[in-house]
C-alpha cells in the first residue's frame, strides 16, 4: 500500500503505524541499530531540498539495517527524459519502496499507481503526512488530551496535521487570515473521519483554550514572489513569548525566525520542536516497518 496522505490509513493503522516508532524508538535507544529492513532499498526522489526528510529516511533505513538511494533533480528530473509512470515502474523493479518530496501531488499519485512497491509522500504542495505521523509521536509523548492550536498558512503541514488530528481525536483549532484557509475539501475528509477542526481568521480566538500552539512559515518553498503579499496578509499572526504563555510551542521547521515566530520563542523551554525534529527519524521508521509488513 501507498502513503501518501494520512487518511491512507485507517484511524487503527494509523495507531499502530505510531505504536511501531515509539516501540523501535524506544528500542533503538536500549539497543541500537536493528536488521528490520536488512537488505532492503529505499529509493528518495527529490524536486525539493530537505535537511530533515533526507537525513532522517536516510539514517531510518540505516539504523532498520536497510540502504537508501538518493536521486536528486540532476538524477531523476520528473517530466524530462521520461514519464512519470516510467520512472516509477523501473524504480519499482530494484528497490523495496520509493520516498518522494515533489511539487505536484499528482506526482505522487501517479508514482503509487505505476511503483507497485509501497510509496511514501515525503511532501508534496497539498500534503505533508509523514510530518504529521511525527507531530502525533511528540504529542503522545508530552500529553494526554491536549488540545492544539495551529495559526498561520492552511498550508500543506497544516492540512495533513488536521486529518491526523481528526483521526486521533485531537481538539484542533485553526487560525488563519482570509483567503488562506484550510482547502474545503480536506476539512469535510477531516469531519468523516472524526471532526474538523473549528476554524477562525482571530488567532487569539483560536489559542485561547490551547495546550500547544503550532506554527509554519508564512512563506514556503516555491513562494518567494509571494512573500511581500504574505508578509502583510499575516500581519498579526506571530507567535510571540506574550501570546504563546506558558504553552508548548510546535513547528515543522526551518523556522524564519522574526516572521512567523520569534527568536525567543524558539529558545524558549516551552519549545518541543527539537523533538518534533527528532521524531521524524522515529516516526518514519515505524511507517516503513509498518509498510514491510503488510507486503
Not at 532498520?64 to 538524477?75: C, E, K, N, Q, R
Not at 484550510?182 to 487569539?204: I, Q, S, W, Y
Request: glycine share 8%.
Amino acid at each position: 500500500m501507498n502513503f501518501l496522505d494520512v487518511d491512507d490509513l485507517t484511524t487503527g493503522e494509523l495507531a499502530a503505524v505510531l505504536d511501531r516508532a515509539a516501540a523501535i524508538k524506544a528500542d533503538y535507544r536500549e539497543t541500537g541499530a536493528s536488521d528490520l529492513l536488512d537488505g532492503q532499498t529505499l529509493g528518495m526522489i527529490f524536486e525539493k531540498p530537505s535537511t530533515r526528510t533526507r537525513v532522517s529516511f536516510e539514517t531510518g533505513m540505516t539504523q532498520l539495517g536497510g540502504h537508501a538511494v538518493f536521486l536528486g533533480p540532476d538524477d531523476i528530473g520528473l517530466h524530462g527524459r521520461e514519464p512519470v509512470k516510467d520512472i516509477a515502474r523501473a524504480l519499482g523493479r530494484y528497490v523495496d519502496f520509493v520516498m518522494a518530496r515533489v511539487y505536484d501531488h499528482a506526482d505522487v499519485v501517479e508514482l503509487g499507481e505505476y511503483a507497485e512497491v509501497p510509496v511514501i509522500n515525503a511532501l508534496t504542495d497539498d500534503a505533508h503526512p509523514c510530518q504529521t505521523l511525527a507531530d502525533l509521536l511528540t504529542i503522545r509523548e508530552h500529553f494526554d488530551d491536549p488540545t492544539v492550536a495551529w495559526v498561520g498558512d492552511g498550508n500543506n503541514v497544516c492540512q495533513s496535521f488536521v486529518l491526523g488530528a481528526a483521526m486521533s481525536g485531537l481538539d484542533l483549532a485553526v487560525a488563519t487570515p482570509e483567503g488562506y484557509g484550510v482547502d474545503e475539501g480536506v476539512l469535510k475528509r477531516a469531519d468523516g473521519l472524526g471532526a474538523a477542526p473549528a476554524t477562525t481568521t482571530d488567532p487569539e480566538a483560536a489559542i485561547a483554550d490551547a495546550d500547544v500552539v503550532y506554527t509554519d512559515v508564512w512563506v514556503s518553498m516555491g513562494q518567494e514572489d509571494e512573500r511581500a503579499e504574505k508578509l502583510a496578509a499575516f500581519e498579526g499572526f506571530q507567535v510571540t513569548p506574550e501570546r504563546l504563555g506558558d504553552r508548548a510551542l510546535m513547528h515543522c521547521l526551518p523556522a524564519h525566525r522574526g516572521e512567523e515566530v520569534t527568536d525567543a520563542v524558539i529558545e524558549s523551554d516551552n519549545a518541543i520542536v527539537w523533538d518534533q525534529a527528532e521524531n521524524r527519524l522515529h516516526a518514519q521508521k515505524g511507517l516503513l516497518a509498518w509498510l514491510a509488513e503488510q507486503e
